[in-house]
């Protein structure tokens, strides 16, 4: 979703996403104007809610992600206009046939416990995500090989041309780079080693994660000296707390009180639009929801205005696809207007009626609770009777991943290339396909876009993939939000970022 420039041959990536966060590339937000004098302390952020878990490799959670951020590094990472910038690789260079990619390292990288980062932890990291089918290893399906030549040089073989290889490689931090004794000892669970700017210091299960500076970054050190993240479910409570300077950031405000927020002085509060996407899956390893009529009249059914009103207050765009509209990867397709009629119809084709479906939403994202109580409420119009289940999200994460549900809303954040809204989630064999959806032309299509090296093309592939994912239902997407987040005068050099990744490494606090 952004372009990569470092004058290598064969480096040069357009990956085309681009995005309007409010601020230059490279440039933080000085809250507090220059005044004061910002050294060391403590940040103290609220979430709004734990971490599953902290092996970054294993967890798919976006509250693991914001400590994790913080804590790991990737060999490349994005920038606030989402192109690929080095991290721990200082550079990279492609063959003519951009089958086989060579990354140098950065000399003399630490883990947070001294000892050193070398070419060996990265392939360990890699082929361990690969080799047991992690999370992520969809990122890696046009990987042949990774191996190390020295200590400070990496080479990828291909099977294929990739032109998002550095998305792959450092879009976010589940493809982080991680320590082998680590992960043998099973303490990355809840005690991760990682080259981060922070490390993790203590873990009170049910409270908050300590984060002090790692003193060993390769990089400017951190100005402060730690970071607090406390886990707060109640957005309420959180601006409370931010208000009375019990916490000093936080992205977990009340929806409905952004908008004045936005307007006033204390706390700041910032807005960008996000490359995230909220939808509704329907399961179709279960009857009657794979009949294509079922779905499509669920999607007939819904007034995503209302629902969107309801859960975000106006800090959302209504889209019947996945990727927003600022991206030039966005296709504009909207065929399911709100009509009730034509729902009904559909649902008489398919000779269902008296319907009862149980809906899964996580406490731990209150938007799904309340778009829930609009849904439930819309789909009753037509005959269906929505069934609320509301679960702390380890629950929900297990009944995801174990098909145990009619249907779910939930979002993706933090994507960047187009192949990352619609692979993992839409691909018969993607590792994120709870729903059981299956296309054999979408499952082509995806295979064929991720390796297709010809922009234009790569485009149209994608509008197919989009409109034959919106005919069939396989997600009824919803909207794309924006990111709000919120911090008192004392922080200075934090950055709103449309990835929503969480970075304090230039945060300053003052005294």
């Keep these: 979703m952004s372009s990569t420039r470092f004058g290598l041959a064969g480096a040069t990536l357009a990956l085309l996403l681009t995005v309007s966060v409010g601020c230059s590339a490279g440039e933080g937000v000085d809250v507090d104007g220059g005044n004061g004098t910002a050294a060391g302390g403590v940040l103290n952020a609220a979430i709004g809610g734990e971490p599953d878990q902290l092996d970054p490799h294993k967890t798919s959670a976006y509250y693991s992600f914001q400590v994790l951020e913080n804590v790991f590094d990737t060999l490349v990472e994005p920038d606030a206009n989402l192109a690929m910038q080095p991290s721990l690789a200082t550079e990279w260079t ?97 005690k991760p080693i990682g080259s981060g700017p922070f490390a993790l210091s203590g873990y009170t299960s049910g409270d908050n994660i300590q984060l002090v500076r790692n003193d060993n970054y390769w990089g400017e050190r951190p100005k402060l000296d730690g970071v607090r993240f406390t886990f707060v479910s109640d957005p309420t409570v959180a601006l409370q707390n931010l208000r009375g300077n019990e916490v000093q950031w936080t992205d977990n405000l009340p929806p409905q009180q952004v908008p004045a927020l936005l307007d006033g002085d204390e706390p700041t509060v910032q807005s960008v639009p996000s490359t995230d996407y909220w939808y509704l899956a329907l399961n179709q390893g279960r009857k009657p929801y794979d009949d294509v009529n079922v779905r499509r009249a669920i999607a007939f059914a819904l007034d995503r205005e209302a629902i969107t009103k309801a859960a975000k207050f106006g800090l959302a ?144 592939q994608y509008e197919q993939v989009a409109k034959q994912i919106v005919d069939d239902a396989s997600y009824i997407y919803l909207y794309n939000p924006d990111v709000a987040q919120g911090w008192s005068k004392q922080v200075s050099g934090y950055q709103v970022r449309t990835d929503r990744a969480i970075r304090f490494r230039d945060v300053a606090l003052t005294r």
């Design 94 to 190: 492609t063959s003519d046939d951009q089958l086989t990619w060579t990354f140098t390292l950065r000399e003399g990288v630490k883990f947070s416990d001294g000892t050193p980062l070398t070419a060996d932890d990265v392939v360990y990291s890699y082929n361990r995500i690969i080799d047991e089918k992690l999370n992520t290893a969809y990122k890696f399906g046009t990987v042949k090989s990774v191996a190390a030549s020295n200590p400070t040089t990496v080479v990828i073989t291909l099977n294929a041309p990739t032109p998002n290889l550095l998305a792959n490689l450092g879009g976010f931090k589940g493809v982080a780079i991680v320590q082998k004794a680590n992960v043998e000892s099973e303490e990355i669970i809840t």
């Design 317 to 460: 765009t209504v889209n019947q696809t996945a990727i927003p509209q600022n991206s030039a990867f966005h296709y504009e397709y909207a065929p399911y207007s709100h009509d009730v009629n034509q729902a009904r119809q559909l649902l008489d084709q398919a000779g269902v009626s008296d319907l009862t479906m149980d809906l899964m939403v996580t406490s731990e994202y209150p938007e799904t609770v309340t778009a829930a109580q609009v849904i439930a409420s819309q789909l009753a119009g037509i005959g269906v009777n929505v069934k609320i289940r509301t679960l702390d999200f380890a629950q929900w994460l297990d009944e995801q991943g174990n098909g145990n549900f009619d249907s779910f809303m939930l979002g993706w954040l933090g994507n960047i290339d187009p192949d990352e809204f619609y692979y993992a989630q839409h691909h018969s064999g993607g590792t994120f396909n709870f729903h059981k959806y299956n296309n054999p032309a979408v499952d082509q299509l995806l295979d064929r876009a991720r390796t297709e090296t010809d922009q234009g093309a790569r485009k149209q």
